[in-house]
C-alpha cells in the first residue's frame, strides 16, 4: 500500500554570516528580520516505481509578495519540449536509405574517410569507376558463405540497396558497395555496411584451437 510521510521542521538562517543573509534577502526583496520558519515537506514515492524521494519547500510570505518568481528562470510559465532525437543523432544502422538523385555528387574522399570510423571491418577502394566500400569474411566453410549471402541478403532486402557479393572458393565472402547512380559513394552505403555489421556471423566463422 501507497505510503507518504511529511516531515514538518524549522530551519533559522544563522546570525554567523549576515552579509550573505542581506545579499539573499535584498536580492529578492524581502526584509533581513524576515527570519521565517523553512518548513520542508519530505515524501515518499507512492506506487511501485521507487522513483526515489524528492523534496520541497513552501516560499516565505515576503517572497510570494515580492514576486520573485517572475524574476528568476525557470517560472510557471515557462514552457517545456520534449525533442525527439534527429537523424543525425542516431546510429547509422538506424537510419534509412533515401533516394539518390542521378544529379548528386558522389562522397567526397575525406567525408568517406570520416563516416569509415562508423563501421567496422570496412575499408574504401579507389578505383576508376569511383570510390567504393568493401569487406572480407572468412568463414569455416563454404556451406558458411553461403549462409552469410542469405542473412546478408535478408538484411538489405528492405533497403532496396545491396551491395555486390562474391563467394569466393574455398570460404571467404567478398561485399563491395557503392551507388552506381552518381558514381561513387553515398550515404546509403554507409547505412548498409552499418546494418551488414550487425549480422551475426560467430557461429561462421573458423573455430579457435584450444591448446592442451
Given at each position: 500500500m501507497a505510503t507518504t510521510t511529511h516531515l514538518n521542521f524549522s530551519l533559522v538562517v544563522p546570525?554567523?554570516?549576515?552579509?550573505?543573509?542581506?545579499?539573499?534577502?535584498?536580492?529578492?526583496?524581502?526584509?533581513?528580520?524576515?527570519?521565517?520558519?523553512?518548513?520542508?515537506?519530505?515524501?515518499?514515492?507512492?506506487?511501485?516505481?521507487?522513483?526515489?524521494?524528492?523534496?520541497?519547500?513552501?516560499?516565505?510570505?515576503?517572497?510570494?509578495?515580492?514576486?520573485?518568481?517572475?524574476?528568476?528562470?525557470?517560472?510557471?510559465?515557462?514552457?517545456?519540449?520534449?525533442?525527439?532525437?534527429?537523424?543525425?543523432?542516431?546510429s547509422l544502422a538506424q537510419q534509412e536509405c533515401s533516394p539518390v538523385s542521378p544529379l548528386q555528387s558522389p562522397m567526397s574522399v575525406d567525408d568517406a574517410q570520416m563516416l569509415l570510423r562508423k563501421v567496422v571491418g570496412w575499408r574504401l577502394l579507389d578505383e576508376e569507376g569511383g570510390l567504393k566500400l568493401q569487406c572480407l569474411w572468412k568463414l569455416r566453410d563454404f556451406k558458411c558463405g553461403v549462409e552469410l549471402v542469405n542473412r546478408i541478403y535478408k538484411v538489405t532486402e528492405a533497403t532496396d540497396h545491396f551491395?555486390?557479393?562474391?563467394?569466393?572458393?574455398p570460404n571467404q565472402v567478398r561485399a563491395e558497395l557503392w551507388t552506381s547512380s552518381i558514381g561513387g559513394l553515398s550515404m546509403n552505403d554507409f547505412i548498409v555496411a552499418a546494418k551488414i555489421d550487425e549480422i551475426k556471423t560467430s557461429d561462421l566463422v573458423p573455430r579457435k584451437r584450444i591448446w592442451a
Open positions: 546570525r554567523l554570516y549576515p552579509p550573505r543573509h542581506r545579499h539573499f534577502c535584498e536580492l529578492f526583496s524581502f526584509p533581513a528580520q524576515s527570519r521565517l520558519p523553512l518548513r520542508i515537506t519530505k515524501t515518499k514515492a507512492v506506487g511501485n516505481d521507487m522513483l526515489g524521494d524528492f523534496g520541497a519547500r513552501d516560499p516565505f510570505p515576503a517572497e510570494v509578495e515580492s514576486r520573485f518568481a517572475e524574476k528568476v528562470l525557470g517560472n510557471v510559465d515557462t514552457e517545456h519540449k520534449i525533442l525527439i532525437p534527429n537523424v543525425s543523432a542516431l551491395p555486390n557479393i562474391h563467394l569466393e572458393q
